[in-house]
């Protein structure tokens, strides 16, 4: 687990990445049609109206897989619910590599001398990497096909009718398959969610920060 050092330097980039996840859901959703979020007080960048306690402290805890509140949507208020719950699932992850490119941006003008000569502490300087590396992993592990995650509605959305309606006989089942991926993977000490999501992770940093080899 982090020490407290670590956990007061990445704190503020974990709270921002779920809030603007989770705004970006609702976000996304209001403009299609559906209000659910904005009538419920969740259309904000206010990280405390969108944290889970335990999926934050789970954040900071080996294996580092936690969560936050899901912003309601109705499906059934959207112009059309097939096509736009895509874009409102895609909201979420999409904000995350904005976000990400916003922190890499300002890691490559530093390191590339574009920002003149000034100097960051080393704190914010940390606070910049786990920006940028915190929010590329929450949009690649958010766009894992497996329910509840966004990329199943992604998926199902994508999906002919027949065959969407048989995808979602997994609902039931997804997190288990995801307990089974973190937990599994913790006891045989074979990080399988590390296989997938460091390759697009070492592939974004060396795309918005110049750093591919930041992990």
């Not at 502490?121 to 590329?136: D, K, R, S």
């Amino acid at each position: 687990m982090p020490d407290l050092t670590q956990i007061i330097l990445i704190a503020p980039a974990v709270l921002l990445a779920l809030a603007f996840h989770e705004f970006s859901h609702g976000w996304m959703a209001d403009r299609l049609g559906d209000p659910t979020a904005r009538l419920s007080g969740r259309l904000t960048m206010n990280p405390f109206s969108h944290l889970d306690i335990l999926g934050t402290i789970m954040i900071f805890v080996p294996p580092h897989i936690g969560w936050a509140k899901p912003v309601p949507v109705n499906p059934y208020n959207l112009h059309q619910p097939k096509r736009d719950i895509v874009w409102v699932s895609l909201a979420g992850p999409g904000a995350n590599l904005l976000m990400a490119a916003g922190f890499g941006l300002v890691i490559r003008g530093f390191n590339s001398g574009f920002l003149g000569s000034i100097s960051l502490p080393e704190p914010a300087v940390m606070i910049l990497f786990y920006g940028l590396l915190i929010n590329i992993s929450l949009a690649v592990f958010n766009l894992i096909p497996i329910p509840p995650l966004d990329g199943s509605r992604i998926l199902g959305g994508l999906l002919p009718s027949d065959l969407e309606k048989e995808y979602r006989k997994l609902d039931q089942f997804g997190p288990f398959l995801i307990l089974i991926l973190v937990i599994g993977g913790s006891l045989l000490h074979i990080p399988i969610l590390g296989y997938i999501i460091t390759p697009f992770v070492r592939f974004f940093a060396g795309l918005f920060a110049g750093i591919p080899n930041l992990i």
